[in-house]
């Protein structure tokens, strides 16, 4: 039997912000539900992705810590360390320069530590410049492409045997409501979430059969983070819902429950929306 959510509260007493969250969700975590599972986050080192981090971490997960700023990155390793009892890798790594061989050598690098790879959260993201397409740079545009899209290719591509070698993979793609209806001077941004949504659809379509690689998009919505603040600086932050509030349902698509002694498990290449998903995702 999953445990209360007041016992979820008190499993979380060293991660307050998490733990305020929890007291609402609708699905019961056992607390060790990321137990034994490895899992790769990038942007891990701020905002959503460090957020995601110390929430599967606290379940349980031991996470591989991918992003730009090394000091960002020991943050949340330290914090991990200290307040769970998994032990987190970190990989400072520049998405704008990342190539097949790089994330070739991360994936040998994975693959020698852990055999298996449970999970990947492509957090990291560029915002890059609000400004019509036909003044928006053309070097922002190529970089923007490059962090959004390409390196999520890349990292999908050079891990994906580690992806099949677990008894159930799942992927994460951050989207954003632009990368679901166009809007005006979001230029790149949109076009390379539209990118990932279509990214995200074929790989769910080519795993779904073998149906140990689960692929889904997630647009997080409004949240407090650097990220919405430069896009849009006039907001009052606090206005915001934290990233711990988004964190639901990312440990459910990581970690699917068990309801009635069952576990159950969810369609693959979904599109959510952390807004309304009211505690239901299409079930297989
Ligand atoms: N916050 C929102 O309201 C909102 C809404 C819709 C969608 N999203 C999506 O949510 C995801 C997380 O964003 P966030 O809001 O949490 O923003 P954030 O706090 O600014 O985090 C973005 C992360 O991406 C990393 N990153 C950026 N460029 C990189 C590069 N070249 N190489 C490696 N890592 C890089 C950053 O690392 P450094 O800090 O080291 O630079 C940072 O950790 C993004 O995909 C974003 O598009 C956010």
């Known amino acids: 039997m999953n445990p209360s959510p007041d016992t979820i509260a008190e499993h979380l007493n060293h991660y307050p912000e998490l733990a305020e969250q929890a007291k609402d969700w609708r699905h019961h975590f056992a607390t060790d539900a990321l137990s034994g599972k490895v899992i790769l986050i990038t942007g891990a080192g701020d905002g959503l992705g460090a957020a995601t981090a110390k929430t599967y971490a606290s379940f349980g997960a031991t996470v591989i810590l991918l992003g730009k ?35 070739g050598n991360l994936a040998d690098s994975i693959g020698d530590a852990f055999g298996t790879l449970d999970g990947i959260v492509h957090h990291a993201s560029r915002l890059g410049p609000r400004a019509p397409l036909a003044h928006y740079p053309n070097d922002e545009w190529q970089k923007v492409m490059q962090i959004n899209v390409n390196a999520v290719f890349l990292l999908n591509h050079a891990l994906f045997s580690l992806l099949d070698a677990s008894n159930r993979a799942c992927v994460i793609h951050t989207s954003s409501s632009v990368g679901r209806e166009g ?61 711990e509030a988004r964190m639901e349902l990312f440990l459910l698509l990581q970690s699917p429950v068990d309801e009635g002694g069952e576990t159950v498990e969810f369609v693959t290449g979904q599109q959510l929306d952390c807004r309304d998903w009211q505690g239901n995702v299409q079930r297989a």
């Open 183 to 243: 809007r005006a001077y979001w230029g790149a941004y949109a076009a390379s979430k539209f990118a990932l949504e279509g990214l995200s659809q074929v790989l769910a379509d080519e795993t779904e059969v073998a149906g140990r690689i689960k692929v889904f998009s997630v647009n997080p919505g409004g949240t407090r983070t650097a990220m919405r603040r430069d896009a849009y600086p006039l907001e009052d932050p606090l206005s915001l819902p934290t990233p």
């Open 69 to 103: 700023t090394r000091e960002k990155l020991e943050a949340v390793n330290d914090w991990i360390s200290k307040n769970t009892s998994t032990q987190p890798v970190i990989v400072p790594c520049d998405l704008e320069t990342l190539d097949l061989e790089t994330a």
